[in-house]
């Protein structure tokens, strides 16, 4: 984030820092082509050419503004009949995140199939604030947003517990230039304190306020 940012300038204010907000497949062709030196990305990867270092990991929620279906363990039969707005809607099926729900879903004979296809996860919570179904998101992302978050979205676990495993990576044999090696060392050490502050005070379960009139 913007924190980790700060930091490096203020050790090193001469070196210039490009922050992309991609998705992982977009990160990994930039890798490929050379338009970055190494980056950040959630795995699963095609990781052909890529040297890959996972770093940490952080819980994904089920996130609802109905109480009902966000009551007791949420199985993948729970998550295939629900009404879903998924993020990342140029990459789909590449996505991480929908590729670990689609591979549960197919050990069930199941498919995911959302109804509303959005490019970032914060229109999709947005849409989930307003009625029109439900999303899978990070933990640590929810947490960030804080008091931003809506009062009427909630969210729980997976009963088969699921994690974004992040990672860094960069092209295979290459030698990272002293101020990417630093960089991705004040990052991990950011990451994992991050990880650490989420086990602490994050709770995995947090029930909807509901608005007057609204459905359970």
């Not at 490096?8 to 970055?36: Q, Y």
């Not at 993948?76 to 099926?93: E, H, K, N, T």
């Not at 229109?123 to 931003?148: I, K, Q, Y």
């Amino acid at each position: 984030g913007m924190d980790i940012v700060n930091e490096f300038r203020k050790r090193h204010p001469n070196v210039r820092v490009r922050l992309l907000g991609l998705n992982s497949a977009e990160v990994v062709e930039a890798l490929r082509s050379g338009e970055v030196e190494a980056g950040l990305v959630a795995l699963p990867i095609d990781d052909r050419g890529l040297d890959v270092r996972p770093v940490t990991r952080d819980e994904i929620v089920y996130v609802s503004t109905s109480k009902a279906r966000l009551r007791g363990p949420i199985d993948i039969r729970r998550v295939a009949q629900a009404p879903l707005v998924l993020p990342d809607a140029s990459y789909g099926a590449q996505d991480p995140t929908r590729r670990q729900l689609a591979e549960l879903a197919q050990r069930e004979g199941l498919t995911i199939e959302p109804q509303i296809d959005v490019e970032d996860i914060e229109s999709a919570l947005d849409l989930v604030a307003m009625g029109h179904g439900d999303t899978f998101v990070s933990h640590g992302l929810l947490w960030n947003l804080g008091e931003r978050l809506p009062p009427n979205v909630g969210w729980a676990p997976f009963a088969e517990p699921l994690y974004d495993t992040f990672a860094f990576a960069w092209r295979r044999g290459a030698q990272l230039s002293p101020a990417a090696r630093e960089f991705l060392s004040l990052a991990e050490e950011r990451l994992l304190a991050r990880t650490e502050l989420l086990g602490r005070r994050a709770p995995r379960r947090r029930a909807p306020r509901e608005k007057k009139g609204s459905d359970p």
